[in-house]
């Protein structure tokens, strides 16, 4: 959290944004990589069911 007395810079703002805007994607690639990691499986089981 950034208090409003700290001394903070513009560039220290955008880095900052910069780092966690990187984090959110790397996590969404993730998140899609399991997601398609569970569809395969369900499939796998929807074939094994019949």
Same mark, same amino acid.
């Given at each position: 959290?950034?208090? =409003?007395?700290?001394?903070?810079?513009?560039?220290?703002?955008? #880095?900052? #944004?910069?780092?966690? %805007?990187?984090?959110?994607? $790397? @996590? $969404?690639? &993730? #998140?899609?990589? #399991?997601? @398609?990691?569970?569809?395969?499986? @369900? =499939? %796998? &089981? $929807?074939?094994? &069911?019949?």
């Amino acid at each position: 959290m950034i208090r =409003e007395d700290d001394p903070v810079d513009e560039a220290t703002i955008t #880095n900052r #944004n910069q780092d966690r %805007r990187r984090q959110i994607e $790397e @996590s $969404e690639k &993730k #998140n899609n990589t #399991n997601r @398609s990691q569970i569809d395969r499986c @369900s =499939e %796998r &089981k $929807e074939g094994l &069911k019949l």
